[in-house]
T-cell receptor, first 113, second 116 residues
Framework: AQKVTQAQTEISVVEKEDVTLDCVYE???????LFWYKQPPSGELVFLIR??????QNEISGRYSWNFQKSTSSFNFTITASQVVDSAVYFC??????????FGTGTRLKVLA | DAGVIQSPRHEVTEMGQEVTLRCKPI?????LFWYRQTMMRGLELLIY????????DSGMPEDRFSAKMPNASFSTLKIQPSEPRDSAVYFC??????????????FGPGTRLTVL
C-alpha cells in the first residue's frame, strides 16, 4: 500500500525563523514521484516541486529547499527566513505508475510577524 | 498563461437542489481530475478523464454525483440532489497526459460548496 505521512499537523514560527516540514512516504515501487503543494488561506492549491525517485539531489529555489532521502523515505521541505506570506497548509503527495496522487493530510504553517 | 479555471468560486444551496460545478483545464492538457477536499477525508480523487473520456470514476461517492467532459476545454461536476454532507471544496486539476512520469497535475482555485 502507498501512504504519505505528514506528522506535523500545525507549526508556528516567528518571522525570519527557518522551518522544516516533514514528509514520510511508503511505496513498494522503485519508480515513483513526489510533490509538494501549497494551499494559502485563499484556498487554491499551488504546485511547488516535483521529484522522481532516481534523482536524490537536493533542490533549492530561493528561500525554499527540499531534502530527498530514499534511505529514510523522506522528502522534507525547508523554508529559510520564513515570511508571513508563507503561512499556508502544505501538502506532500506521492504518485507511482498511475495518475493517482496520494496526498498527506497537510501541515498548517503559521508565520507570526 | 491561464491556469485551470473553475466556477463558481462559492456556492451556497439548499438540500435537494441541483448543483453544477464547472471547470476549464489548461489549454493543451489532455487529462482532467475532479477532487473533493474535506477536513475529515482530506483530498479525494472523484473522477479522472483522459481525452474527454472518463477513465476512473471509482471515487464518485454515489449516483447523485455525475461528471461530464463534452470537449477538451470544459467539464462539469453535477450533484443532484445535493445533501449537507456534500459540503466541501471541489477542485479541478489538469495535466498533459495524466502520467506522473511525464507531467504534473495543476489545480484550479476550487469551488467551496455549502449545502444547507
Amino acid at each position: 500500500a502507498q501512504k504519505v505521512t505528514q506528522a506535523q499537523t500545525e507549526i508556528s514560527v516567528v518571522e525570519k525563523e527557518d522551518v522544516t516540514l516533514d514528509c514520510v512516504y511508503e511505496t513498494r515501487d522503485t519508480t515513483y514521484y513526489l510533490f509538494w503543494y501549497k494551499q494559502p488561506p485563499s484556498g487554491e492549491l499551488v504546485f511547488l516541486i516535483r521529484r522522481n525517485s532516481f534523482d536524490e539531489q537536493n533542490e533549492i529555489s530561493g528561500r525554499y529547499s527540499w531534502n530527498f532521502q530514499k534511505s529514510t523515505s523522506s522528502f522534507n521541505f525547508t523554508i529559510t527566513a520564513s515570511q508571513v506570506v508563507d503561512s499556508a497548509v502544505y501538502f506532500c503527495a506521492l504518485a507511482s505508475g498511475t495518475y493517482k496522487y496520494i496526498f498527506g493530510t497537510g501541515t498548517r504553517l503559521k508565520v507570526l510577524a | 498563461d491561464a491556469g485551470v479555471i473553475q466556477s463558481p468560486r462559492h456556492e451556497v444551496t439548499e438540500m435537494g437542489q441541483e448543483v453544477t460545478l464547472r471547470c476549464k483545464p489548461i489549454s493543451g492538457h489532455n487529462s482532467l481530475f475532479w477532487y473533493r477536499q474535506t477536513m475529515m477525508r482530506g483530498l479525494e480523487l472523484l473522477i479522472y478523464f483522459n481525452n474527454n473520456v472518463p477513465i476512473d470514476d471509482s471515487g464518485m461517492p454515489e449516483d447523485r454525483f455525475s461528471a461530464k467532459m463534452p470537449n477538451a476545454s470544459f467539464s462539469t461536476l453535477k450533484i443532484q440532489p445535493s445533501e449537507p454532507r456534500d459540503s466541501a471544496v471541489y477542485f479541478c486539476a489538469s495535466s498533459f497526459v495524466g502520467k506522473p512520469s511525464t507531467d504534473t497535475q495543476y489545480f484550479g482555485p476550487g469551488t467551496r460548496l455549502t449545502v444547507l
